[in-house]
């Protein structure tokens, strides 16, 4: 019966956190602080390397900032998955002190080992950073302009199935159980800040997605939760849609190009901004900022690409994910102007002008290559 008492913990954990969650804080001012800390975490696989290419981007961009001691770049070593696995930690205690003293973080992609890989099986380091830092919101924009599609995720970052998915239980050799959470407060929080990028971005739409006619408790009060903060924007329109439908929905050419702003729990979050990402040349294109009250996290939406690593060709490894997680980063930090030219560059060097192709094989260009196109377009 040790699993009640396993559950009794669960229960106990998540009920601090929501008291945690009602004594709300305001979000942090980056420009008011008097240096604003950049921490660079390289992680696993082909992170090392498309990190490294954004943040020569950045540290061009941020050139006079930094000259002037407003912003520190840096890099904190440690966060790789050897350290962590020997360590038996999703991140080492040491890695996780240099990680807090930092305000916002450049993240690459960490990978998480499975049952049976070579590595003791720690938890995801994103889900253990989004969960110390608080990150609850991971907002992941795609943007099509040739199909109509500009498209801005909200997927909430603290919850779901993802928040508890190292304490699910083997009740018998044959049973077992994992837990989903929602809470009030973790719902508010997010759908707040959709309807708040709704209004200041002056979008007419926001659409909230759940299978709650099945998944009746946690999907249910998800829905609910939204609808309630919705009645504070009567200035944008609200619908609701199911995940499975929505999923195809975004292949409708006639539906598509109506949707604005999506808000969704953490796992259909994870999986429909996967498929999104797709639209607008894979999981190589896109970045995502994990937003907190006191922190914030940017990274590429994808993974460290072991098998590119093994077939050798994590040169060719598109940079462009991080790289629009960099510029996100600028944008967040109080550097718009920066941030614009980084997004225009952007455009240029992958819709407009696209003088380099990365495609991930050597047929296409190298991410230094891309980088160096991107540096050519800012510098202009
Ligand atoms: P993945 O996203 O790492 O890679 C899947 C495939 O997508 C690659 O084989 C490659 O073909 C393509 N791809 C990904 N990034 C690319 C890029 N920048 N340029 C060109 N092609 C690219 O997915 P996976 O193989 O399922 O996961 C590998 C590891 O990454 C796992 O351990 C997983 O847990 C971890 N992961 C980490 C994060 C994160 O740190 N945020 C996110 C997702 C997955």
């Not at 020997?86 to 990680?99: T, Y």
């Amino acid at each position: 019966m040790d699993y009640i008492k396993d559950f009794e913990k669960i229960v106990s954990q998540q009920l601090s956190r929501v008291e945690k969650m009602k004594q709300t804080q305001d979000f942090i001012d980056y420009q008011s602080l008097d240096k604003i800390i950049i921490g660079v975490i390289g992680g696993d696989g082909i992170g090392p390397i498309i990190t490294a290419h954004a943040k020569r981007v950045l540290e061009y961009l941020l050139g006079d900032e930094v000259k002037k001691g407003k912003v520190e770049f840096r890099t904190i070593e440690g966060c790789t998955i050897e350290k962590r696995a020997a360590a038996g930690k999703a991140i080492p205690d040491d890695v996780l002190d240099e990680i807090k003293k930092c305000n916002v973080l450049l993240k690459g992609p960490t990978t998480t080992p499975r049952k049976g890989d070579k590595w003791a099986n720690v938890e995801s380091a994103n889900v253990a950073m989004r969960k110390e830092l608080d990150l609850f919101a991971n907002v992941r924009p795609v943007k099509v302009p040739e199909l109509g599609i500009d498209w801005t995720f909200f997927r909430e970052n603290t919850e779901c199935l993802y928040a508890m998915g190292s304490q699910g239980i083997n009740i018998t050799d044959d049973l077992a159980i994992d837990f989903r959470v929602i809470t009030t407060q973790g719902t508010e929080r997010i759908a707040k800040l959709a309807f708040d990028y709704a209004r200041k971005n002056g979008k007419k739409r926001v659409t909230i997605i759940t299978k709650a006619n099945v998944v009746k408790t946690t999907d249910g009060k998800f829905l609910e939760v939204c609808k309630r903060v919705a009645k504070d924007y009567p200035d944008i329109e609200v619908d609701d849609w199911y995940i499975d439908i929505m999923a195809a929905k975004l292949i409708d050419e006639k539906r598509r190009s109506q949707f604005e702003v999506m808000i969704l729990p953490n796992l259909y979050g994870d999986i429909l901004t996967d498929e999104a990402a797709e639209f607008q040349g894979g999981v190589g294109t896109a970045g995502s900022a994990n937003i907190g009250t006191r922190y914030s996290m940017f990274e590429a939406i994808h993974g460290s690409a072991p098998r590119m690593v093994e077939e050798g060709r994590e040169i060719y490894a598109d940079p462009s994910s991080v790289i629009r997680a960099g510029a996100m980063l600028l944008s967040h930090i109080g550097y718009q102007k920066e941030a614009d030219k980084l997004f225009d560059a952007l455009e240029i060097c992958t819709v407009t002008e696209k003088k380099l192709k990365v495609t991930g094989r050597p047929d296409g260009a190298t991410g230094a290559e891309f980088a160096d196109y991107i540096l050519e377009k800012v510098s202009e």
